[in-house]
């Protein structure tokens, strides 16, 4: 974590402002120019950010999915296990190796158990943290914030083709609550072509459907549709008056 780093001189002090205040929660949204969702007074359930995001588990048809399509993961170095003598590296060395029972015997478990681990010897992606979450009564908001990086972060340690913000929209599609997600970046980063291009992605649908293989049409829609625009810190800082600190040690 970098002195700049965005969660805490960013969102942090943004977030802090603006707390549970549910019509300021409005003004920050009205900054969308594609999308204005609204939120109803007493209908927040939860705000994560800074030190305390919210950790969301991957969607169980993903883990499947990843189950059943081994070859197409990428060749990670001892299967992603420091030590080789552990019960997990013996397992994938199986899974990898073609042992169709310890497989059904995988994906059984990833379809039983009450609540996906952390980790796992069948486990291929980990949780996923949001800089930004909050829940309301019909609705989730899902923001990823950018300060110093030069891009988004696009893959993960067994997927090349894997988003960041639709890993996290692709962990709430299994549930009935409208979503939006949207990125918050640096206007002169932005000026100077780093994330012009990657904005751009969210407009394609073969895009997402890269991202969410183990997802139906009508999810992919969904999962596009959810995106609302992005928009810039120094527009965040002159609407609501938040001077933001520079390094992370500025903050109380």
Known sequence: MGIRNSS???????FDSIGP??????AFLELF??????????SIIEIKYGNDEKKLPPSRSLIIWMLQNLDQLNKVANYGVTNVNSETYKKRQRLFSGDSALQDEAIKTVQTESKLPEKGWHI???YTCPD?????KDSIFIGEAKRTERNITTKTRWLDQRD?????????LDQDKTIYSFYILDKSHYAKGLYTESMKLY????YFKLNLKH????SIERAKNSFIGFIFWEDISNHFNIDFPDKINNID
């Open 124 to 126: 291929f992606e980990g």
């Open 164 to 172: 960041q913000l639709i890993r996290h929209v692709d962990s709430k």
């Open 215 to 218: 997802r139906d049409i009508t």
């Open 8 to 14: 805490l001189t960013r969102v942090k002090p943004l």
């Open 33 to 42: 120019s594609n999308v204005t969702p609204k939120i109803e007074e007493n």
């Open 21 to 26: 205040d549910f019509e300021k929660l409005n």
């Open 203 to 206: 407009d394609s649908l073969d």
């Open 132 to 136: 930004i979450f909050f829940e309301t």
